[in-house]
């Protein structure tokens, strides 16, 4: 077949831009160390703090020297933590073999070197250290081995169900096995670990396999000792190496949980001698795997992990840092964390630190923490040249221009600091994890242009350290990043940061090696501030008039690495840095770069610093755009060098939209790589601005379409620039136009919400792949309203209180900004806020050897604190928030906080750092939770003891009653109504508002409700919070009181004198027929002579028969008189409570024997047959009381066969004694009661009563007989006649079921019933369903506890006899992680 071709020579294709695959030329560092080989970064390390750096990736296994290219891999979450349990030995029997963690039989390499004989075993999921790409494949791999396993299960079962002779129960077999598929869940592998140490050092093996055979297993030593790596996973190319801590008590498994790390670290520090043009920037450096990203909490960065990365990088003496993480801040250069990185490492121990600022531009002060936001960071930002945009992203166009890329951070920061240092290339080809199967990828970001920063410095650093070894000192953070900022290429950056350019800093560390103060930094701040690092005026108020500022000058000495802060500081030392500090003295002279801000022309400086006064006048700068200016101060002796320190003055004057609310900016053009910024006044009142964009197409013909990027962005004191922040992108270009010319619009609307009295910032950038430039107009509207209450103070944040006690409530609104029409006032609520206080505290101090703080050098302290939580139903959407410690990792004043949510079966159903979001509580449960705080002062821990935990629960939404008058709000007779319509400008509007909600069921007074009131699309909802109602005092049930306020507390004092004179002359007829027994004291067991004794202490005397006639003549003659007919009935009554408590003391005999006897005295003394029934009732409850308990048979109750045998006994006859009546007057249970007649009514009351004391007696019956069954069938305890006992179970179950429904499976005490006799029968299948079915629906409290154990216990026994081993072992490994022995650490 011909192939068809062009004329194309192959001498006219082009050849692959592989220099841009690491871009390195943009930045001359290719030409560096091509100029300078061994200036390739030998000799440094650098430390790569992010999700791990891959052991398997290539480019990362040797440096250009041959050394080891990483030199430790570091795990600072504890994620793979491994908790060894205590050390063992094998028993002489079984020298080789211990008992896994697992439960499997470990078998243990004879080859192995174990002098003390001690091992120690331990276990780990595979998934909680896994990337979640292998994660998921493991699940699709195992789910699709699951599915064989049970397919071939139903096949079998299938095959004997059609079976001529099959069981019914071989029929439900298939119907539970169904139900079990559903309930499985991968838990993932369970990996054994085995730790001994063999004389020299600790060495592990972990089982990958599952099996426990490690006899052929090679034991690991520490990576860092031993360069030992493995694989988890063989097929899905999952390396680890590990650490131990704390003399083996931790063994930490160290895996890449993500591709971030390897890529940063590929960039930076990768080596490919093969291929050169995929190495990274410094191929000669080492690196430190530092992983700080938890997998637990969403590869977040969490802040024990941050002080330990910390302390890795002191400990290993690390030349610099790499940190591709970051998070938007509310307080710029501030925090623990922050402080300590400054102080110790940077300052102290001279590490250079580079972090990345952010991937949220184009929009300015977006840059968030540490790259963008700290001083003595290099922060860093992300820039494309045109080579770059044609490797890395396939473009066409040959126009391609070199810029900052659209979604990089900008500055300044909120305290007025430049924001961005410095700028690299934002993207690169190179190193990536193998168990992604891909070996170089494409990541852009910031976090790529921060290892190239961080790869040209090590090249610098190792310059150095080869140039200046043995005459100068470790070269100072900031003496390098004076040189890079000094020597940076001017990109056009709108805040002055260049690209960073590796040939003119070496020249300019070179020129300036020697001079005298470069290792001095200056810090430069206003007077009478918290940190304004520049001056930044940003709203209408701050450009009016001119201002004047007062800033000081601090010189920072070098700190001396040696020092241990725990040991005097040697004299001198001492001497040297005083001497130092009183050498120290320059003459500075300024300079500004813009006329509106004026400096003086010198000043003299020395150790203890300075001030200086400055004056900036923006009132004739241009509204609506950005104004930048520096502050330069020289050293007079050096001009040449350069300035010494710089101070930015930013101004972004903002536009002022007038009585309108409106403004409109035309022709704003639209440059390719460009951004176009205006400034906008947002007016007091205002809460939404309506932004729409127009494009025109004036042309005859079709332009080309391009995505709009569109940012707003309005800052707020103390909160995250992500608080006021959206981005928006449309797609702009026309598909037709106007024949002949003329103009063909696209517009494009859209709102974002603000706050007053704040600038506004729109920022406008076409996409970077859009190469045209264009037009647009945007107009902006203001909208509002707001409670009147806020105009006195800030509408930001603004919210409406209701107290829910007051009945009717009364709020104002108004609108400051134009009138708004089309209100329609609508309050709705749906989340209850409660406040749990703690269970129990706990400060200690951390013990580990890892959690040594650096910069006291002391172990810190941990704070514990529990909290429950009880759901009612299922999927509960809840939202824990501690304000103390919300949403802070780098400005946070703690060291660490952590929340984590366990079951009742201490399984950890969630955990979560201080960016706490809401969750789904899925089971209906008792939650525990646990909150940790750690710091390195224990009393700052004591204060939050007592600390609330914040909990908001999603509810059913509910909606107030919204009027317009008063009256209104009760009526619709009254004339007057007045519909809400429209808010007119600065009038007030009333609302009145009813407070009669119902609130949620779980909901007590103190509680709040939030919610919010909507108004118009135009305006945002104003948020609503309404107070739960204390609950009425009245009561409408009355007053109850119980018999012993009635008769006292065993004495008379509280009845009339009459009525004490009918009780004590009855009291000698009482004792005789209680046989002698004290009233005061339930029935005790004694000895005989004992009970010979009390016998005739109490007995009556010889004339007692005499009293008691006589005593009756007398009482019964005096109750029949007419004036005593209250008398009579109060004794009646008494009579009757003097029976209860009889027949009460049955319950309360010591012994079966005892009871056995009181009984019979009490039937022998009974007046009548409903006193001999509720005798036999007492008596009845008083042996089944031990059997009501769940599966009785499977534990020590206390309830024996002979119990068992009783009850059934007793049963019977109460049975006997009222199903007769129940049957006599089953005609009247169907009579209507407003219809019947007394007697009626009186026998339908009888009948009543009967039933529920057959049913009562019945359950007993069948109580006591599955007892005797189960007991047989699982406690290995043999019952005589089974078959009979069998037999009376079922007839005791028909017998009931004649007289009460017993098919509700779900309830555990129709269960209990069942079950024994389904299992005597064989139907086990079918017994299994109704287990599973209760425990699928059962709810994890801690007060069934004991109940779900043994239906679990009775689960796996089933499993058993169906013999489907599979299953067991299943539930066994799930076990582990669904109820595990102890609540996991975190």
């Not at 062009?6 to 560092?29: E, G, M, Y």
């Not at 019914?168 to 993932?188: F, I, P, W």
């Not at 859009?770 to 309203?785: C, L, M, N, R």
């Amino acid at each position: 077949m011909a192939v068809a071709c062009n004329n194309t020579t192959t001498n006219n294709i082009p050849v692959f831009p592989t220099a841009s695959l690491v871009p390195r030329t943009v930045t001359q560092a290719a030409d560096f160390i091509s100029k300078n080989p061994t200036f390739d970064g030998r000799g440094t390390t650098i430390a790569i703090i992010d999700t791990g750096v891959d052991v398997g990736a290539k480019g990362l296994q040797v440096t250009s020297e041959g050394k080891r290219k990483v030199v430790d891999y570091i795990d600072c979450t504890g994620a793979g933590d491994v908790k060894m349990g205590p050390a063992q030995k094998c028993s002489p029997q079984k020298p080789l073999e211990l008992l896994g963690d697992s439960g499997r039989i470990l078998r243990l390499n004879p080859n192995w070197s174990n002098p003390s004989g001690e091992w120690r075993v331990g276990s780990k999921w595979l998934y909680e250290i896994a990337p979640p790409s292998v994660k998921q494949e493991m699940q699709k791999e195992r789910q699709e081995q699951f599915k064989k396993k049970t397919k071939l299960m139903a096949d079998e079962i299938d095959a004997e169900k059609n079976k001529l002779l099959a069981s019914a129960d071989t029929r439900e077999q298939l119907d539970v096995l169904k139900t079990l598929n559903t309930m499985y869940s991968d838990c993932g592998p369970l990996l054994d670990c085995v730790v001994f140490h063999d004389g020299n050092h600790w060495n592990a093996a972990i089982d990958t396999s599952e099996t426990g055979d490690l006899s052929e297993a090679i034991a690991m030593g520490a990576y860092k000792d031993t360069g030992d790596t493995a694989l988890l996973s063989k097929k899905h190319l999952l390396y680890y190496t590990i650490n131990f801590y704390d003399s083996a008590d931790i063994l930490s498994i160290v895996t890449c949980p993500g591709e971030h790390g390897t890529h940063v670290a590929g960039i930076a520090a990768s080596y490919h001698p093969n291929e050169p043009e995929n190495s990274g920037v410094a191929p000669g450096a080492q690196v430190l795997s530092i992983l700080i990203g938890d997998h637990r909490v969403d590869s977040m960065e969490t802040g024990v992990a941050l002080t330990r990365a910390a302390m890795a990088i002191i400990e290993h003496n690390v030349d610099l840092a790499n940190m591709s993480f970051g998070e938007p801040t509310a307080r710029p250069n501030s925090g623990q964390w922050i402080d300590l990185i400054r102080e110790e490492v940077v300052r102290r121990h001279r590490c250079t630190f580079v972090a990345s600022t952010g991937n949220s531009g184009p929009a300015l002060s977006t840059v968030g923490s540490p790259g963008g936001t700290t001083d003595n960071v290099i922060g860093v930002g992300a820039h494309v040249d045109a080579d770059q945009i044609k490797a890395h992203y396939s473009e066409i166009a040959t126009d391609a221009k070199d810029g900052v890329y659209n979604w990089s951070s900008r500055g300044p920061s909120p305290n007025g600091a430049r924001g961005v240092d410095i700028y690299a290339p934002g993207g690169a080809i190179t190193s990536f994890p193998s168990f992604s199967k891909v070996r170089l990828n494409l990541l852009n970001g910031t976090s790529m242009s921060t290892p190239n920063v961080c790869g040209t410095l090590a090249l610098l650093v190792s310059a150095w350290k080869q140039t200046y070894a043995e005459s100068v000192e470790r070269i100072h953070p900031c003496r390098i990043k004076n040189a890079i900022l000094a020597t940076a290429k001017d990109i056009g950056d709108e805040l002055g940061a260049g690209l960073i350019q590796t040939e003119a800093a070496w020249a300019f560390l070179q020129k300036y090696a020697k001079r005298k103060y470069e290792d001095i930094e200056l810090s430069v701040s206003v007077s009478g501030t918290s940190g304004m690092q520049g001056i930044y005026l940003r709203n209408a108020q701050d450009s009016d008039v001119p201002r004047t500022f007062s800033l000081s000058v601090t010189p920072v000495f070098p700190k001396e690495p040696k020092n241990d802060v725990d040991k005097d500081t040697d004299d001198d030392s001492v001497r040297k840095n005083n001497q130092m500090l009183f050498d120290y003295e320059q003459h500075i002279v300024f300079q500004s770069t813009a006329p509106w801000v004026n400096t003086p022309n010198a000043m003299y400086l020395n150790s203890a610093g300075n001030q200086f006064v400055i004056t900036v006048d923006a009132t004739k700068l241009e509204p609506g755009h950005l104004h930048v200016a520096a502050i330069y101060g020289y050293d007079s002796s050096d001009m040449e060098r350069g300035p010494v320190f710089e101070f930015p003055v930013t101004v972004t004057k903002p536009l002022n939209v007038g009585a309108s609310a409106c403004t409109r900016l035309s022709n704003v053009v639209l440059e390719k790589a460009c951004s176009a910024r205006r400034f906008i006044d947002v007016p007091a009142g205002a809460t939404r601005a309506k932004i729409n964009v127009t494009r025109r197409n004036d042309s005859e013909k079709m332009t080309a379409a391009g995505q709009l990027i569109i940012h707003c962005v309005q800052l707020s004191p103390q909160h995250r620039d992500t608080k006021y922040n959206k981005s928006t992108r449309y797609m702009h270009g026309h598909e037709t136009f106007v024949a002949g010319g003329g103009c063909a619009e696209q517009e494009d609307t859209f709102f974002i919400n603000v706050v007053g009295n704040s600038t506004l910032e729109i920022c406008m950038t076409p996409d970077s792949r859009y190469y045209e430039s264009y037009k647009v107009d945007v107009t902006v509207s203001f909208h509002g309203i707001v409670p009147a209450a806020a105009i006195a103070g800030s509408a930001e944040d603004s919210e409406i209180v209701i107290n829910g006690n007051s009945g009717i409530s009364r709020f104002d609104l108004v609108a400051l900004v134009r009138p708004e029409y089309g209100i329609r006032p609508n309050i709705s609520m749906n989340t209850l806020r409660s406040s749990l206080a703690p269970t129990s505290t706990s400060v200690v101090p951390l013990a580990s050897e890892r959690d040594v703080h650096p910069a006291t050098r002391k172990h810190g302290y941990k704070l514990t604190m529990d909290y429950k939580l009880t759901t009612k139903t299922k999927s509960t959407r809840v939202h824990f928030r501690m304000p103390a410690l919300d949403a802070m990792i780098y400005e946070s004043w703690a060291d660490d906080f952590r929340l984590a949510v366990f079951d009742a079966d201490k399984r950890c159903v969630h955990t979560q750092i201080s960016y706490t979001k809401e969750l789904t509580l899925d089971a209906v449960s008792d939650y525990l939770i646990r909150v940790q705080v750690c710091h390195r002062n224990s009393e700052d821990l004591e204060k939050l003891k007592s600390m609330h935990l914040i909990v908001d629960t999603k509810v059913t939404t509910m909606r107030l009653s919204v009027s317009s008058t008063l009256a209104s709000a009760f009526t619709s007779t009254v004339s007057g109504r007045v519909a809400i319509n429209n808010c007119l400008l600065k009038t007030h509007v009333p609302i009145f508002v009813k407070t009669d909600a119902k609130p949620p069921v779980n909901a007590l007074p103190g509680d709040v409700l939030l919610g919010e009131l909507t108004l118009s699309p135009q305006v945002p909802p104003v948020k609503v919070m309404y107070i739960i109602p204390g609950k009425s005092s009245m009561s409408g049930s009355g007053t109850t009181f119980s018999s012993s306020s009635l008769l006292g507390s065993g004495s008379l004092s509280g009845t009339s004198s009459l009525l004490r004179s009918s009780m004590q002359s009855r009291m000698p007829l009482l004792s005789s027929r209680l046989g002698g027994l004290s009233l005061g004291s339930p029935p005790v067991e004694q000895s005989n002579d004992q009970e010979e004794q009390s016998v005739s202490i109490t007995s009556e005397p010889a004339n007692a028969s005499n009293v008691e006639s006589k005593s009756e003549d007398v009482v019964e003659a005096e109750l029949d008189k007419p004036e005593n007919k209250e008398r009579k009935a109060l004794e009646d009554e008494m009579e009757k409570e003097m029976q209860r408590m009889r027949v009460g003391w049955i319950k309360k005999a010591s012994s079966d024997q005892l009871r056995e006897q009181l009984v019979s005295e009490l039937i022998g003394s009974a007046k009548s047959d409903s006193e001999r029934l509720s005798i036999m009732l007492e008596h009845l409850g008083a042996i089944d009381a031990s059997n009501k308990q769940a599966m009785p048979w499977s534990g020590q109750t206390g309830f024996t066969e002979a119990k068992a045998t009783r009850a059934i006994e007793v049963a019977d006859e109460i049975v006997k004694m009222t199903e007769e009546t129940v049957i006599k007057n089953y005609y009247y249970t169907k009579v209507n009661l407003t219809s019947a007649t007394v007697e009626e009514n009186k026998l339908k009351k009888e009948a009543n009563e009967a039933n529920a004391h057959l049913v009562t007696a019945l359950k007993a019956k069948c109580r006591a007989a599955a007892f005797l069954v189960g007991r047989s069938l699982f406690a290995a305890e043999s019952v005589e006649n089974l078959d009979d006992v069998v037999k009376t179970c079922k007839q005791a179950l028909e017998h009931l079921e004649r007289w009460e429904a017993c098919s509700d499976y779900s309830s555990m005490e129709i269960l209990a019933l069942r079950l024994p006799l389904l299992i005597a029968e064989k139907k086990y299948a079918l017994a299994l369903k109704h287990v599973l079915a209760w425990l699928s629906s059962a709810p994890i409290y801690n007060s069934n506890a004991d109940m779900r154990r043994k239906m679990t216990e009775l689960r796996d026994q089933l499993l058993d006899k169906l013999e489907w081993k599979y299953w067991i072992d299943y539930f066994s490994i799930a076990a582990k992680v669904q109820s595990p022995k102890e609540y996991a650490s975190f």
